[in-house]
């Protein structure tokens, strides 16, 4: 694999390159970076891109206020700054409401999309009584390593874990409690129609942040969309499982032009 960095639109964005071959786009979820997916980036075929978002990883801070569709917009400049030829997008958490910003928003910019325990075309609301664990978690890496476990609860690699738990302390400040809102105002329901191409959506059945009615509703949001059920993950089968989220998708990507 080989990483660098782009600048887009004032900002500095890390990413990892893998393979050759038709791009898929790798966008992780919140707490998240590209370190998420650097156990699915061998994909046959494929070149798969991982990138850190603006305000996670090692990539650049945004101004306030944080938005959703602005994150897309950075990803969708990172497309085109990179010349990549309608890539499949994949989005993982909030990085799958980024991906149908960019799908429906931008739709020239992809073949195809993928959503692994993504959040719905309405997004997910966070009640703000929460936050103050939101908080909690920017400030205690203990409290954090605790919450982020109870998303993967069948990794059994530890060092890899606290590596996740190192991205997770490095975002952005303003992003822990303005994900949570921009997550909560996030609705594009009324246009998921327009977007005809294929979509496939992972729900791993053990997540308990997306219920299996979310995941549902997000399939049967677009006109081609079909939802799979991994049995032996929680929120994200692509570091619990690796191995069937790589089937999944190179069994997707056969009927995919």
Same mark, same amino acid.
């Given at each position: 694999?080989?990483?660098?960095?782009?600048?887009?639109?004032?900002?500095? /964005?890390?990413?990892?390159?893998?393979?050759?071959?038709?791009?898929?786009?790798?966008?992780?979820?919140?707490?998240?970076?590209?370190?998420?997916?650097?156990?699915? #980036? &061998?994909?046959?075929?494929?070149?798969?891109?991982?990138?850190?978002?603006?305000?996670?990883?090692?990539?650049?801070?945004?101004?306030?206020?944080?938005?959703?569709?602005?994150?897309?917009?950075?990803?969708?400049?990172?497309?085109?700054? @990179?010349? @990549? &030829?309608?890539?499949?997008?994949?989005?993982?958490?909030?990085?799958?409401?980024?991906?149908?910003?960019?799908?429906?928003?931008?739709?020239? @910019?992809? =073949?195809? #999309?993928?959503?692994?325990?993504?959040?719905?075309?309405?997004?997910?609301?966070?009640?703000?009584?929460?936050?103050?664990?939101?908080? #909690?978690?920017?400030?205690?890496?203990?409290?954090?390593?605790?919450?982020?476990?109870?998303?993967?609860?069948?990794?059994?690699?530890?060092?890899?874990? &606290? %590596?996740?738990?190192?991205?997770?302390?490095?975002?952005?400040?303003? $992003?822990?409690?303005?994900?949570?809102?921009?997550?909560?105002?996030?609705?594009?329901? +009324? =246009?998921?129609?327009?977007?005809?191409?294929?979509?496939?959506?992972?729900?791993?059945? #053990?997540?308990?942040?997306?219920?299996?009615? /979310? $995941?549902?509703?997000?399939? +049967?949001?677009?006109?081609?969309?079909?939802? =799979?059920?991994? +049995?032996?993950?929680?929120? %994200?089968?692509?570091? +619990?499982?690796?191995?069937?989220?790589?089937?999944?998708?190179?069994?997707?990507?056969?009927?995919?032009?």
């Amino acid at each position: 694999m080989v990483d660098s960095f782009v600048t887009i639109a004032g900002i500095a /964005m890390f990413y990892v390159v893998a393979g050759e071959g038709v791009p898929i786009v790798y966008i992780h979820g919140n707490t998240g970076s590209s370190r998420w997916f650097s156990r699915v #980036m &061998e994909i046959p075929g494929y070149k798969t891109i991982a990138l850190d978002m603006p305000n996670f990883g090692r990539s650049g801070v945004l101004p306030e206020p944080v938005d959703l569709h602005r994150y897309a917009d950075y990803v969708a400049g990172f497309i085109r700054e @990179l010349k @990549l &030829e309608k890539p499949v997008l994949v989005g993982h958490s909030l990085g799958g409401a980024v991906a149908q910003s960019i799908a429906l928003r931008y739709p020239e @910019l992809s =073949r195809a #999309m993928i959503l692994v325990d993504s959040s719905s075309p309405r997004g997910l609301l966070t009640p703000k009584d929460r936050y103050p664990l939101i908080e #909690m978690m920017r400030k205690d890496r203990t409290f954090l390593s605790k919450a982020l476990a109870a998303t993967v609860p069948t990794l059994q690699d530890s060092a890899f874990f &606290e %590596s996740l738990v190192d991205d997770a302390m490095a975002m952005a400040e303003p $992003a822990w409690i303005g994900n949570a809102e921009a997550l909560g105002k996030f609705d594009i329901s +009324e =246009r998921t129609g327009e977007y005809g191409k294929p979509v496939l959506v992972i729900w791993g059945k #053990m997540d308990y942040i997306i219920t299996e009615a /979310m $995941a549902r509703e997000t399939a +049967e949001a677009y006109p081609a969309g079909d939802l =799979r059920i991994v +049995e032996s993950a929680g929120h %994200s089968v692509i570091v +619990e499982n690796p191995g069937q989220f790589r089937e999944l998708v190179v069994s997707f990507l056969r009927n995919v032009k």
